[in-house]
DNA sequence: CCGTGCAAGATTGTATACAATCACCAAACG
DNA sequence: CGTTTGGTGATTGTATACAATCTTGCACGG
């Protein structure tokens, strides 16, 4: 509450627009599961709740819709997308075709640099308390490794595949023993793109999202037997 | 100039939204080389030319800045993205992959009548009279290869490149005999498709993506050779 | 003659007011 | 009792007003 009319001052410290401010929390919001699938969204709910005008959100919910976290229904508002078994898989296709190639970008442009901070941030994995800390790093690492294949378009559509992530509950980090195995599999990819392998490289991203993919399915399958709340 | 009062009737008849307008419009306007890369563009300025106020205007620039044809410069407005040497290589490299993905999809899981169309595709673009209708019929063709992938992320992804296209000038089919030659790279896919080989499909689209990097490149060439504005 | 500082204009960022449309609910009719 | 139709409220789509900032031009001094 009080808004305190510093209009256009508080962002002259942080240089972050008001609309990009609403995208942050929005996708910070549906990640830690504040607004899960299926809900509806009102403008000036989400307004009041930051303390801007709808306008601002309105910007944010079109980059949102843009990437397709949410469903645009006309004048009915916006619903936070839902993801059924079928977006699953062509979710995770998707990421192998896109993690593999820049795995394989990587192997052949990444610095020596990039290649070294890899190997750190996998160390550092080692080193985290609990899953969130974990899946954290983890995100850190596949950016990482993003960047290193140094293709913007490629970037950008990892990015909206990161983003559509986190529609989906929780994160595989959280199955005990998956840690132990991903840092195995990210430890064979950074191996790959050492040795300047890029098939290789390319072959052990494939490899790792399709671990992911399975690590997902069960432990949807966990929490279907836990409740019997079906997602279709 | 009349705007005439009927806000929110025109709406009713075509169900489509101003943003949107806004955004086919200026997509529209960019392919056809009105608003060529680099030129600043000002909100008010397409607002009166489409007779809509700034903030429909502001919704679709928001669109263009995230599939990155537009740049945003704080407080400085909004420029048409250039394309250097480096993003074109980026950019075509993008589509390698994804298209060549996208065929090897379709091989998978097209249904006969989707093969069928991208047959009758083919054989009407021999038909067509100017370059320009030979590149609509081209996009035509591409989009319903994305269609038959069945993968709407892999989808939005081409669809973002596809925009990207429409910043580069002129299309690759104003070269004399590149039609001949896209025409035959197009029944190769087609027929790798209806053969249901994969791999086959995918070869051959990133065939094809590699000789249209070659004819733009070619295309640039000889541009400079007209005049010698070099763009770096 | 050139550089610096200031002021005014221009342009975007944000907020709010208004209009159009749809969903929901109640009541009446078959 | 079920179905349909009309009204009312809620919500989005659009327009415009205002505030903050940047750019640009000009004047003044060195």
Partial sequence: MGSERRRGKAKSGDQLSRGE????????????????PGERIR???????LGVSRTPVREAFRRLQADGLLVFEPWRGVVVAELDQQQLIELYAMRKVLEGTAAGLAAQHAAESQIATLAELIDTADTAADAAERAELNRHFHQNIY??????????ALNALRDSMALLPSTTYALTGRHEIAQGEHRDIVGAIARRDPKAAEAAARHHIAEAEKARLKMIIEMNRGNKDTTP
């Avoid at 960047?147 to 950008?156: E, F, G, I, S, T």
């Fill in 147 to 156: 960047a290193a294949a140094h293709n913007r378009y490629l970037l950008k």
């Fill in 21 to 36: 401010l609403v995208h942050l929390k929005l996708l910070d919001a549906i990640r830690a599961g504040e607004f899960r």
């Fill in 43 to 49: 403008e000036a709910e989400i307004a009041k709740w």
